[in-house]
């Protein structure tokens, strides 16, 4: 597939494609040197609930996949991460959009953990839980280049949000996760 010309709506209309979505940045604001701790600090970035939809009507699974030291350094207990993913499932779901797994990584980034990104451990975990998923007819976006370092290491495409400069080969860029939604459209 080359990189540059890679037609997405085309491989996607197959039907039996996976979206995998980094959270923070991505889907919300990410807080720079923090964490979102609580619901109150969770902000949808501009136009992300409108895109639900139309990834609903392209993408059999979607799942968000994200990194959250913030347990691990004990900045927020795991209930608390639930507790605000319980609340963004339920706004997501409303758009309608059904996400079919949140995966998250509590480990600090020093344990090296199998689970946390660019490690492929969340990938395998959701095609261990829902075993039609084809890692290669997967998508992967996010906005840090250890979520597209996961992608390949998971063996998916991948999607980079924003401009910073990157070191991999992604199969495509888009401004935000809205433009790539309305790109499909
Ligand atoms: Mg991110």
Same mark, same amino acid.
């Given at each position: %597939?080359?990189?540059?010309? =890679?037609?997405? *709506? ?6 039996? =494609? ?18 979102? *701790? ?11 609930? #409108?895109?639900?939809?139309?990834? $609903? ?10 990194? /959250? &030291? ?7 207990? $795991?209930?608390?991460? #639930?507790?605000?993913?319980? /609340? ?7 758009? @309608? ?29 959701? *095609?261990?839980?829902? @075993?039609?998923?084809?890692? $290669?007819?997967?998508? %992967?976006?996010?906005?840090? @280049?250890?979520?597209? #370092? ?5 063996? %998916? &495409? ?6 910073? *400069?990157?070191?991999? @080969?992604?199969? $495509? ?13």
């Amino acid at each position: %597939m080359s990189l540059a010309n =890679w037609d997405i *709506k085309k491989d996607i209309a197959q039907g039996d =494609w996976a979206l995998f979505l980094d959270r923070d940045g991505v889907i919300n604001r990410r807080i720079v040197a923090d964490y979102v *701790k609580r619901w109150e600090d969770f902000e949808f970035l501009p136009g992300v609930l #409108e895109s639900f939809p139309v990834f $609903a009507k392209y993408f059999k699974h979607i799942f968000i996949i994200t990194n /959250q &030291q913030g347990v691990g350094k004990g900045m927020m207990t $795991a209930m608390d991460l #639930e507790k605000i993913h319980r /609340q963004m499932k339920q706004e997501i779901e409303n758009t @309608p959009c059904k996400i079919n797994g949140i995966y998250f990584c509590p480990s600090l980034a020093a344990e090296n953990s199998p689970r946390r990104k660019p490690n492929p451990g969340m990938a395998l975990e959701a *095609k261990s839980d829902f @075993p039609n998923v084809d890692l $290669a007819k997967s998508i %992967m976006v996010g906005d840090s @280049p250890s979520d597209i #370092e996961f992608g390949i290491n998971a063996g %998916m &495409q991948t999607i980079f949000i924003g401009d910073r *400069k990157l070191l991999f @080969p992604t199969n $495509a860029r888009f401004s935000s996760l809205s433009e790539f939604a309305k790109s499909l459209k």
